[in-house]
């Protein structure tokens, strides 16, 4: 089949995120009191899971990876050492290495990788219960905080997501062939107006409820414009995106292909993801807190399906995430 790519643009704008987003990691770490050789390992960490995370958007490049796995299937293991490799970078640098740190990464990084390699891969265009499986490798781990140890400092959060965030691309995107998953950074008035309006449709919802349950509080912030864009920018890239990816763009979208019913696999994933939230705080709050994830969860479906893109969805989620730091408690 004959792939029709982007112009180099799109390859360009990858690059041009990864030098922004390096540029902000970098006055954050030094902001925080990073010098020397502890700044240097961190930086350049995260300059390669940043790179792997916005790189792996272009299509160029998940066409030419597929290219070689196809020729060399073997060759998804390395992703394993390339991991491995950033943590030894990071912990030598900031001088936190322990083997059982490095052991937790490979063992994250090696279930997942397993339960893909091993399936038949003639049926590239079948949803099997090994990729059910492999999203619960990664999900699970990571949600039930299984995965501390491996990095240290104000990092670990953004670290650990951006490891799982590009596992999954590699795993299910690039190896598997998943379709319609819907990463990439193409943004168009359609993405834009259904992150928009599918935010505005829950927003009051979500508030009203949230008020009269005493959920939420109104305690708005007061901050200044710079704080509350690098706190909605968080959100976007390690909070609303990654989730995005694991609820719609994986779950949702590979429930709709099994059950031939975007209906019926919209429901299940936002139940899922409402469940995902009851860890999220004590009882009885998490219970709210999970009917209004459930909730959540609709409209960030609805955003997807009507683009097949997850920054759709993802607009909406970081919208919904800052409005709440900002404005509430």
């Not at 390096?22 to 770490?29: E, K």
């Not at 429930?255 to 209906?263: D, E, P, R, T």
């Not at 999970?290 to 479906?301: E, M, N, P, S």
């Amino acid at each position: 089949m004959k792939i029709k790519f982007t112009k180099n643009s799109e390859l360009l704008g990858s690059i041009l995120l990864v030098i922004v987003f390096v540029s902000i990691g970098t006055l954050l770490a030094f902001y925080n009191g990073l010098r020397a050789i502890a700044l240097v390992s961190t930086v350049v960490t995260f300059i390669i899971l940043i790179s792997t995370y916005c790189l792996l958007s272009v299509e160029q490049i998940v066409f030419f990876i597929r290219k070689k796995f196809d020729l060399t299937p073997q060759l998804l293991w390395l992703m394993i050492i390339l991991f491995s490799f950033t943590y030894l970078i990071y912990s030598l640098g900031n001088k936190s290495f322990t083997f059982t740190g490095l052991g937790k990464l490979i063992l994250f990084l090696s279930l997942p990788t397993a339960v893909i390699f091993f399936q038949d891969r003639n049926k590239e265009n079948k949803i099997t219960w090994q990729d059910f499986l492999a999203i619960l490798l990664i999900w699970l781990p990571f949600d039930f905080r299984l995965l501390s140890g491996i990095w240290v400092g104000k990092v670990i959060y953004a670290f650990n997501v951006l490891v799982a965030f590009s596992l999954a691309i590699i795993l299910f995107i690039v190896y598997r062939r998943v379709e319609d998953v819907g990463y990439n950074f193409r943004l168009d008035k359609k993405i834009l107006y259904q992150g928009l309006i599918n935010f505005i449709l829950f927003a009051p919802l979500a508030i009203g409820i949230g008020l009269m349950t005493g959920f939420l509080i109104w305690a708005p912030s007061n901050r200044n414009f710079l704080p509350v864009f690098l706190t909605a920018l968080g959100i976007f890239l390690f909070t609303a995106l990654p989730e995005e990816l694991l609820f719609r763009g994986l779950m949702q979208n590979l429930l709709a292909k099994a059950l031939k019913n975007n209906n019926l696999a919209l429901i299940i994933a936002s139940i899922v993801f409402g469940l995902a939230h009851l860890n999220n705080a004590p009882y009885p709050k998490n219970i709210i807190y999970c009917f209004l994830a459930t909730i959540a969860g609709i409209f960030y479906g609805r955003a997807y399906f009507a683009t097949k893109s997850i920054l759709a969805s993802a607009i909406t989620h970081a919208l919904v995430d800052t409005v709440w730091h900002e404005l509430f408690k």
